[in-house]
DNA sequence: ATAGGGTTAG
């Protein structure tokens, strides 16, 4: 399209346009494309000649028609370039014209081109909206700019800026400079007050409320009820709430739900009761936030009977109310009544919504109840209500805690390809959950890369659960690395981040590390949680310091903590690992006194003492004790029950205890059919055994393990051989153990080629072979003395980069002759205090 | 303005 532009004979024109005689030449008017096309696309035109040019232009667009040459080709050239002064420039002439007129270039400048206007012309047209009353466009234009204030202001930190008050005070100073007189101006300051706070910028709306006292302005009940809001947890809210003159139901609301969140819960309630003497009266919403509150604390009949009130006071009970008793119900476990109350919302005259199926999915799910939970949700989408992220990532729990994990991944992606946006990094901590739990930590890592490669950056959460996973597994450097990632992005770690980084410590058995961390945190003063103290305190139990474990746990007393059951578990637990059971029974004694209930861990950890001896009495004892407490056993405990009596010599009783694991609804996993076959296995009954075997739904490498062991252990090599072809044939996974087994087995009994065989096999499907296997064959083929065979060993482990150890060079030694062979093929690997006492050891 | 989703020791 070619517009033309009536010339006017400006001597800048000419001046501009001198290196292009051809353009010139036209004189009186010229085609705007040509001038597009030859004068544009030149590069010897400089940047003031431009700007020179956008003026001359922009003042004959005004001349003539504007909408006309806005869409002309000549412009679309030219506002790249356009400056927000030339813009400013043109508005304020086009106001007298029409004000109308302004608005539209405003807004196509914006919407079509782009252009970024400046604080002026964006205040300007604000003005304009106001003084017309068109509010919804007015607050649209204003937040933008609040918030492209807030991200361009430049002194703050990341993590802050959004309530930085670098942001109005620039806006406020435009305002005041070139907005005074203006009808409009009490609106649009309001508008702003209004928006930096809602937008939780707390300092600027204090900054621009100051500035609008100064100016004598009048601030409306909306924004003051918003900065209210703000303060509405702290004690600062009487002071904005005296300020407020025309106080209205949202004032009143904000206070009552203000002090909820303070715990002040009975004032809450005074006030309530005290604003009916106001002529408005109470509001729903009121009593909303007071029956939260006390659903919150776990007083679900006080929120029943304030419902009750509602309906008393002629108010009508809105879906938020329903939803808030649902929730209450749903945590105190009384799942029916919820759901009663679900089915009676439309005599109420209200329809449950996507929250309402989500508090009851939820309610299901915290009973365990996965599969009802999913039927909720399906019932939900039967009415024709659409999942929100919520509904989804509810879904994703139940999947994970299934152990599902692979169908968790496919819900996440189903949610992001269906386009509904996660907003909140809480998904994928579900996500992260699951796959942190189930030991699939390479998969987190990278969910935690696409997160921060996405946008969504891992809040204190996210970093606490990955971080534990790391710990959890051993791989402490990364966790490290991740901890000090977090730290220097203001995330601060809390009680769980810390408890995290002792739990990895202790895994390593890096106890004084531990302690000396935990030290650490106590001499600066922190209030350490019992958690904390647990974690070490195990630490020391496990790893069979009773002593350093009893000390730390004085300190706790010392120190006015209140220990928890899982503080005497693990001096029980510690007990029991120095066979100290008498002790350990003691302990079980202590936890009442400190008025604590004994848990399923307590006795189970007790029972499992007794049953390693096959003390069936007392673990029956125990048994018994915990029915009498109504405390349910666990698939562990029953595990270490079966487990007694195969110690016990008691094993024909294993069927009993299967079916009385079944009517009490647990079902048996892997680790007690583990267990069943390695006790038959031990009693020589491979018929069982094998029957048990082919009945399991999933064995695991331990299943196989068991079984090779077992058959080993009773002699029957040829029969553990043959089982481990088939699975080879059948191409389970099996473990490095299931090998050595069998290897080991081959060694004493004397068939060195077998073990060679498997050992070459373990090598060559890549298994991670140590010292230890080699000295345990070298070991045995020593004692049987084959020492040809010994040495073939030990060279393939020199072959192999694994270096000889003292032990291994010592059993060598013994066998007689193969010193000087020794000496020739390995021992100058070893070290030289090693040589020293393998001398030492020859000369004895 | 009021309701619903994620982390911890045995």
Not at 174 to 183: A, I, M, T, Y
Not at 535 to 558: N, P
């Amino acid at each position: 399209m070619i517009c033309r532009f009536i010339a006017f004979n400006s001597s800048k024109v000419s001046r501009i346009l001198s290196p292009f005689p051809s353009l010139l030449s036209t004189k009186s008017s010229f085609s705007v494309a040509k001038l597009d096309d030859e004068l544009l696309s030149t590069t010897n035109i400089t940047s003031d000649h431009k700007d020179c040019l956008y003026q001359e232009v922009l003042s004959g667009m005004k001349k003539t028609g504007f909408r006309e040459y806005l869409h002309g080709h000549l412009f679309r050239g030219l506002v790249s370039g356009l400056k927000q002064t030339h813009v400013e420039e043109i508005m304020s002439e086009l106001m007298d014209e029409s004000p109308d007129l302004s608005v539209w270039f405003f807004k196509e400048l914006r919407d079509i081109y782009g252009f970024r206007h400046s604080r002026f012309s964006t205040l300007l047209v604000s003005h304009i909206l106001a003084g017309q009353r068109r509010f919804k466009e007015l607050q649209a234009i204003m937040e933008q700019l609040l918030q492209e204030e807030g991200k361009s202001t430049p002194f703050v930190f990341s993590s802050f800026s959004v309530e930085s008050s670098g942001s109005a005070y620039l806006i406020c100073e435009v305002l005041s400079k070139s907005f005074r007189n203006w009808d409009s101006t009490n609106v649009v300051w309001d508008m702003l007050l209004f928006l930096s706070s809602r937008l939780k910028m707390v300092d600027d709306s204090l900054y621009i409320l100051g500035k609008m006292k100064d100016l004598s302005l009048n601030v409306s009940t909306q924004a003051y009820n918003s900065i209210l809001y703000n303060f509405r947890d702290t004690d600062k809210m009487w002071d904005v709430y005296n300020r407020i003159d025309g106080k209205n139901e949202h004032t009143y609301s904000t206070v009552v739900d203000g002090l909820c969140r303070q715990q002040k819960l009975e004032d809450a309630v005074f006030f309530l009761r005290a604003s009916e003497w106001k002529d408005i009266g109470p509001s729903v919403v009121s009593f909303n936030s007071i029956m939260s509150t006390y659903c919150k604390l776990g007083f679900v009949d006080m929120a029943k009977s304030f419902f009750c009130t509602v309906l008393k006071c002629g108010l009508v009970p809105s879906v938020y109310t329903h939803n808030i008793l649902i929730n209450g119900l749903c945590l105190a476990g009384a799942i029916e009544e919820a759901s009663g109350l679900v089915g009676c919302m439309n005599k109420h005259g209200v329809e449950p919504d996507t929250v309402t199926y989500n508090i009851l999915a939820k309610g299901y799910h915290l009973l365990g109840k996965i599969s009802l939970a999913s039927e909720v949700i399906k019932q939900m989408l039967d009415k024709g209500l659409s999942p929100d992220v919520i509904t989804y990532t509810i879904s994703l729990c139940g999947q994970c805690q299934l152990g599902n994990i692979d169908e968790g991944l496919r819900l996440l992606n189903d949610m992001l390809s269906e386009g509904i946006e996660l907003k909140s990094v809480i998904p994928c901590s579900v996500m992260l959950t699951g796959l942190c739990k189930t030991g699939r930590i390479e998969e987190a890592l990278s969910l935690f890369r696409d997160m921060k490669a996405n946008g969504l950056s891992p809040d204190l959460v996210a970093y606490s659960i990955v971080i534990h996973g790391l710990c959890r597994l051993g791989e402490f450097e990364i966790a490290v690395w991740l901890y000090d990632e977090m730290c220097s992005k203001r995330i601060l770690p809390n009680s769980r981040t810390v408890g995290a980084m002792l739990l990895g410590l202790c895994q390593k058995g890096m106890l004084l590390e531990a302690r000396a961390h935990l030290d650490s945190l106590i001499s600066a003063g922190y209030r350490l949680d019992i958690i904390l103290y647990n974690i070490v305190i195990d630490g020391y139990a496990k790893s069979g310091c009773i002593e350093e474990a009893l000390e730390l746990f004085r300190v706790v007393i010392k120190s006015g903590i209140t220990p928890n059951v899982a503080t005497f578990n693990s001096l029980i637990y510690g007990y029991c690992k120095t066979l100290n059971i008498a002790e350990a029974r003691k302990i079980l004694d202590a936890i009442k006194l400190y008025g604590l209930v004994p848990s399923v861990v307590s006795y189970t950890t007790l029972m499992n003492a007794y049953a390693n001896r096959g003390d069936t009495e007392s673990v029956d004892e125990l048994r018994l004790e915990m029915k009498a407490k109504g405390i349910t056993p666990t698939n562990f405990t029953y595990s270490v029950i079966i487990k007694g009596l195969c110690i016990g010599k008691k094993l024909t009783k294993y069927k009993q205890v299967l079916r009385d694991m079944i009517s009490k609804g647990i079902t048996p996993d892997q680790v007690t059919d583990n267990t069943i076959i390695q006790s038959l296995c031990r009693v020589k009954d491979f018929s069982r055994a094998f029957e048990m075997f082919e009945v399991m739904k999933s064995p695991t490498p331990a299943t196989y393990n068991i079984l090779i062991d077992g058959l080993c252990f009773h002699g029957c090599i040829e029969k553990a051989d043959s089982f481990l072809n088939s699975l080879q044939e059948r191409d389970v996974s099996l473990s490095k153990f299931a090998y050595t087994t069998l290897i080991k087995a081959h060694c004493v009994k004397g068939d060195p080629e077998t073990a060679a065989k498997l050992f070459l096999q373990l090598l060559d499907r890549g298994f991670d072979v140590c010292i230890r296997d080699y000295s345990a064959v070298i070991n045995r083929l020593c004692r049987r003395k084959l020492t040809n065979e010994a040495k073939f060993f030990f060279r393939l482990m020199l072959s192999r980069g694994v270096s000889p150890d003292l032990d291994i060079c010592r059993v060598m030694i013994r066998s007689s002759d193969v010193f000087a062979w020794t000496i020739k093929s390995g021992l100058l690997l070893i070290s030289s205090n090693q040589r020293n006492g393998l001398l030492s050891h020859l000369i004895c």
